[in-house]
């Protein structure tokens, strides 16, 4: 990964997610100076997620912050770059509603859109410059407690069509 920058991302979402001093301690064998990383963060529990980005910073580390539905605002004009979480459970009407509360103003920071499942979530927006797509199917136990059907008919097709893992996915922690 000599020549290659990279955003970190906790995967607080995922099976077997890392802990917060895991994590720490992930960052400080494995982040080089070029690279980013994503603060520790609990997805639906911005008062946790704000707890986080303000101990991470406390503690000398310079995370990418993450704004949960709830959390401070104020970080879209602070933050020269911003992860919006929450996405992927709200429906498209609760998703568009919020994003356009959010997003409907003068925006300095770039967005970065987690979960991001469809492209046409980014038309209307332009401060949102990037994305990812999620893996919730079929990783977790609670993501287990649907098939990919019922996952499929929720949120509907994904921008870049679901195929399974031909091989076993291996973690770094």
Known sequence: MRNRTVIWDPG???EDCISYQGYRAFIDRHVKSRHQYMQYDEIG???ATAFYLKDMRSRGYLPIPILQPGGDERMLQTEPL???GGLVPMNALSRTQYLDSLLRGSVRAKLHLLGMMRHEWFA???AAVQGDNT???PR???NRRKT???WMLEYGEQWVPY???KTVQLTLF
């Open 140 to 142: 977790s136990e609670w």
């Open 135 to 137: 893996s919730w199917i």
């Open 82 to 84: 911003l992860f919006i």
């Open 163 to 165: 195929q399974p893992h």
């Open 45 to 47: 529990n911005p008062e």
């Open 148 to 150: 990919t059907a019922e």
């Open 12 to 14: 607080t979402f995922t």
């Open 124 to 126: 209307p927006y332009s």
